[in-house]
């Protein structure tokens, strides 16, 4: 043992005790976008950050158990056998804690045939005879043996948040007796999570009587007939050597022959190049922010320009370097203030074939977009052109970049290329329809195949991939005249030099995992198509809305009237206090649950009672329309442009099955299973009398990807006869021999199991749904799992292929983590097998919608058509055609939309037209 210093300080830390704590105390488990648990390691490391901030040790050592048996186990065949096993998701993440302690240079001590315990109560005895003052930090009070004069045990009381120091004097004020005798305490009550026996029928307080008025347990025995009561005294003599072996077992070993040495175990340099690794696999963006670049200029990496220089491509962070340092000083930058200065920057974007690409302003589509900053990098060199305020400039950017044949490279390019386009057509400027340069590569997409469910900001993304740091985006977007050059130079170079280096890195992923093509050949080009649909934008009919408005206000009154007529009294049915008590204790209707705010009113427990009581299918009614009112009625005029149109956002990376998503406002959300809600869509019209309205809905195409997966001979054959396939599902399910012979309940039964499949649903969601037994909903799905075995197999083997891979894959390769299927709760599992069955294809059928929009668009503006895209909901595309163009447009639906892949069941197209949006149902 190496010399020390007296006086200084050694913190050792019970690293299972301490893990397994924050492993549960984080009630929303992390978990990275490959799949991977990480609460434990986060919460871990707090800990250990604030422990060292906190208490600012010369020393630390981390004692782990192994998982080989223990002497313990040997005396006592059942020590600890009570102890559940390890759940996956935890004892997946220690090598990665351990590799992160290992990087930080802290000291990990663990020896077969010992405990963490033993190994912490040696490292305290020699630190003792070293003169060191140790502290312990743990969660197991079996450490409190240890505490002595120079010995203080730090417990956690919560979590790994708070904790409690005990010193010799604390522990005598808790619990009436010195140190030396705790380890007594524990054999007198033994220690159920460690299968210790001790005394049966001797609890705390009985053992913490005990062993203040007798002492030790060798002292107990001896005095054993002084002990009252005396069915106390008869236990004790009954089992004095159960109490003396249970003693042995919680004793701490302080001799354990380890060889220690305080110079490995004191603070030391961090291998930050290392950390920054694990912590990039890990997305831990929080530490990485705190590493900072870590490696000085002479070691960081050459930007990489994507357009001149491929050969300089860094190999991906995960493989080779540990982290790309990011030099913006390597980008030479140029700012333009006046148009003369394009010149410059005409002639270096005709002699690229692409070019990072990004404006600076608010995501606006009501109002004419404000773009506060342009920036172009190529042939590496940045053009920077602050447009704030500078209408002029602004427009000739538009105008010079309209013809170029370029791919643009950025990070939410769809946004970008909407402003440039939105402002040429508001000028009238030539090149107003067709802005000629299109979306090549883009980060957040790329991030989104590869990351599902993840929505970082640049910043982040670059911290995740490249493993550094830069700074978030300052908001230009609103306040730019604010911010000086500087800061927008900073800004500009910062985002050129990562989006150089993140490019190659992402390319690389992508082509790993098999998404290469999904994203070069559908996702990129869904930019451009759904730039092109929200500046198209649907016509916005006020008056119409206003007509809808007054028949809900008219026929909200009337359920007032109506409601309140049959609760007897007047009250505030947007109450749901007062409609409880109403319900429930004043009509007495069963089926009440009360809470502590009183009974609940929710949907699920209402729509059980509609069919019975008229009371409460009318508050049901009432509600849908004053959610109609609020949302729509008054909600939908905030997004109507000067145009009289509603340009919403459609989102490419939010889904994590690969679905669309449509904001400010939701038009893929307007209710329309009752005919108040389809109402509303009668106020969507064409943009004027030479147009109409043209929708086309694949029909039953998640039904049809099932089969085409399942490779089920029945459900292809009934797709490809053009037969109905809930009837003939129902014959094979109720055994009926003729279409005609099946009942509407058996048809509806049908197509219940039918989707339900799809779903993984339940037989207790069968029963609820169709209001059969769930004896009745077990014998539906068992009868069709019969007649449709393949189908019962591919599900099967969704479920097993999750398990091994930790993904779902769609027909084009769409990867979806779902971390779920492996978690230890049974809810939280069964939920992952569900996601299993539906997510290849639920996200086939996102993954050809989306294929058949980008057809549909190219097809129309390569036959030079004015009819155009204007909105995507679900499986439906919707155009404005215009009068005279209708057939070809059809056309062109049914050809472009039903060869977007080729299925064994034939994929199918329903085509309606109507003067609004309402006609098209």
């Known amino acids: 043992m190496d010399c020390v210093m007296p006086g200084k300080k050694i913190v050792v830390i019970d690293g299972n005790s301490i893990v397994f704590r924050a492993f549960y105390a984080i009630k929303n488990p992390m978990i990275t976008s490959r799949g991977l648990y990480t609460h434990a ?23 782990f158990d192994t998982r080989a048996p223990t002497f313990r186990h040997l005396e006592y065949e059942t020590y600890k056998a009570g102890r559940a096993k390890t759940p996956d998701e935890l004892h997946a993440q220690m090598p990665y804690l351990k590799d992160i302690l290992r990087a930080m240079n802290i000291a990990v001590v663990e020896m077969d045939g010992y405990e963490a315990d033993d190994l912490i109560g040696t490292i305290a005895a020699h630190a003792e005879r070293a003169g060191l003052n140790a502290i312990i930090v743990t ?10 004069k120079d010995v203080s045990v730090l417990l956690t009381k919560k979590g790994v948040s708070e904790f409690e120091l005990y010193t010799p004097e604390s522990l005598r004020e808790k619990y009436g007796f010195g140190p030396e005798l705790f380890v007594d305490y524990k054999g007198l009550m033994g220690d159920s999570s460690d299968n210790i026996p001790g005394l049966p029928g001797v609890g705390e307080k009985t053992a913490a009587k005990l062993i203040i008025e007798y002492g030790s347990i060798e002292d107990i025995v001896s005095r054993v007939d002084e002990v009252e009561p005396e069915r106390i005294r008869n236990i004790i003599k009954e089992n004095k050597q159960t109490a003396f072996m249970s003693k042995r077992l919680a004793t701490i070993i302080r001799n354990v022959p380890i060889d220690i040495d305080f110079e490995e175990m004191s603070l030391r340099d961090w291998n930050v190049d290392r950390l920054r690794e694990i912590y990039t696999e890990l997305e831990f963006r929080s530490f990485l922010k705190k590493l900072g670049a870590g490696r000085t200029a002479a070691e960081r990496v050459p930007v990489y320009n994507p357009v001149n220089d491929p050969g300089s491509a860094p190999a991906p962070v995960s493989e080779t370097v540990p982290g790309i340092a ?10 333009i203030i006046e148009i003369a200065g394009l010149d410059e920057v005409r002639a270096a974007l005709k002699s690229a074939d692409e070019c ?3 404006t600076l302003g608010p995501v606006d589509h009501i109002y004419s977009p404000q773009i506060n900053a342009i920036l172009f990098y190529v042939n590496q060199k940045a053009f920077l052109i602050p447009t704030s305020g500078k209408n002029d400039l602004l427009l000739a950017v538009c105008e010079m970049t309209a013809g170029l044949e370029i791919g643009l490279i950025g990070f939410g390019l769809k946004d970008d290329i909407y402003r440039i386009r939105r402002l040429l057509a508001l000028s009238g400027a030539s090149g107003s329809t067709v802005w000629r340069p299109g979306a090549r590569f883009d980060a957040a997409v790329a991030n989104y195949l590869l990351a599902p469910g993840t929505k970082p900001t640049f910043a982040q993304l670059v911290m995740v991939y ?3 740091t830069i700074g978030e985006k300052p908001d230009f977007d609103i306040e730019l005249p604010l911010f000086g050059t500087e800061d927008i130079e900073l800004y500009a170079r910062e985002f050129c030099a990562s989006m150089s280096q993140l490019l190659p890195l992402l390319r690389d992923k992508l082509s790993a995992s098999g998404m290469a093509l999904l994203f070069d050949d559908v996702e990129i080009p869904l930019i451009d198509t759904l730039a092109e649909i929200e500046l198209n934008g649907f016509k916005y009919d006020s008056g119409i809305m206003s007509e809808i408005d007054e028949l809900i206000v008219q026929r909200t009154k009337e359920l007032t009237y109506s409601i309140t007529e049959l609760a007897g009294t007047d009250f505030n049915i947007n109450s749901p206090k007062q409609l409880g008590e109403i319900l429930f204790e004043k009509l007495g209707i069963p089926g009440g649950k009360k809470n502590k705010n009183g009974y609940s009113t929710s949907a699920d427990i209402l729509e059980k009672l509609r069919e019975n009581y008229p009371i409460v299918e009318q508050v049901l009614e009432y509600r849908m329309l004053v959610k109609l009112k609020g949302t729509y009625i008054e909600g939908l005029p905030n997004f109507v442009a000067e145009d009289g149109k509603i340009r919403a956002h459609l989102l490419q990376t939010i889904a994590a099955t690969g679905r669309l998503s449509c904001v400010d406002p939701n038009l893929q959300n307007i209710p329309i299973r009752k005919e108040p809600g389809r109402h509303i869509r009668k106020a969507f019209v064409p943009e004027s009398e030479g147009y109409i309205l043209m929708s086309a809905d694949y029909s039953q195409i998640e039904l049809r990807i099932l089969a085409h997966l399942s490779e089920d001979p029945a459900l292809i054959e009934d797709f490809r006869s053009g037969a109905d396939i809930h009837t003939r599902t129902a014959m094979r399910v109720f055994g009926v021999d003729h279409d005609s012979d099946v009942s509407v309940m058996q048809r509806s039964g049908a197509k219940a199991v039918n989707f339900g499949i799809i779903y993984g649903m339940s037989s207790f969601g069968l029963s609820e749904e169709l209001a059969i037994t769930r004896k009745d909903a077990e014998r539906y799905i068992a009868e069709y799992f019969e007649k449709h075995v393949a189908v019962k197999a591919f599900l099967d083997n969704c479920i097993e292929e999750v398990r091994a891979g930790g993904y779902s894959t769609t027909i084009m390769g769409r990867r979806r983590p779902i971390p779920e299927i492996s978690a230890s709760q049974y809810m939280i599992r069964n939920l992952g097998e569900r996601l299993a069955m539906n997510s290849p294809i639920q996200g086939s059928a996102a993954d050809i919608i989306k294929v058949a929009m980008n057809r549909v668009n190219r097809a129309l503006k390569s036959e030079g058509m004015e009819t155009t895209l204007i909105l995507q909901v679900h499986d439906e595309l919707i155009l ?9 447009a059809a056309e062109i639906l049914k050809r472009e939309m039903e060869g977007a892949v080729q299925l064994k ?3 199918e197209v329903d085509v309606k037209t109507g003067l609004n949006w309402y006609e098209l149902k």
């Not at 969660?139 to 002595?148: F, K, N």
């Not at 404005?880 to 070809?888: I, L, M, S």
């Open 41 to 63: 390691i986060f919460g871990f490391l707090n800990m250990l950050f604030k422990t060292l901030d906190d208490m600012k040790p010369d020393y630390i050592a981390i004692a």
């Open 139 to 148: 969660g197991d009070r079996d450490e409190l043996q240890l505490v002595s």
């Open 326 to 335: 990011i030099e913006p000083k390597n980008i030479e930058i140029t700012t």
């Open 356 to 358: 990072i690409f990004h």
């Open 466 to 468: 490249c493993g550094q």
């Open 880 to 888: 404005q055609v215009r009068k005279g163009e209708e057939e070809r």
């Open 905 to 907: 069941a034939p994929l």
